[in-house]
């Protein structure tokens, strides 16, 4: 089993950033892609960004520019750094591990994930 537990999520003015994190514990961890999503209140949980295991690295067009993923196998810690935030971005982030060591933006693809951490950009 893996368990994720995400954190540094909270409030953040527009234009703002903010860093997530993702701690995992397992064995398999550092074989496996893993990735970010989020869910807003009454839509469907979305794509953000995923990486694999070799460190390359997938994002949601709508995002690419402002956000950057990466991996710390060391440390077995996932992060999301957001950048230029919008009001739009407000969702619970989850984060998640593949059942194979590179990513899609499928849901399906993910076996384990996290509780999520709040985002919220408002003025």
């Known amino acids: 089993q893996v368990q994720l537990v995400e954190s540094g999520g909270g409030l953040v003015q527009p234009g703002g950033s903010l860093r997530l994190s993702c701690a995992a514990s397992g064995r398999a961890f550092s074989t496996k892609a893993m990735g970010w999503f989020r869910q807003a209140p009454g839509k469907e949980r979305e794509f953000v960004a995923t990486i694999a295991w070799t460190g390359s690295t997938i994002y949601a067009d709508s995002l690419k520019g402002r956000f950057t993923i990466s991996r710390d196998n060391a440390k077995n810690t996932m992060y999301l750094q957001m950048n230029s935030l919008k009001s739009e971005d407000t969702a619970v982030y989850y984060c998640?591990?593949?059942?194979?060591?590179?990513?899609?933006?499928?849901?399906?693809?993910?076996?384990?994930w996290g509780q999520g951490t709040q985002v919220t950009v408002s003025s």
């Open positions: 998640a591990t593949a059942r194979t060591g590179w990513g899609t933006q499928d849901l399906y693809v993910y076996n384990y």
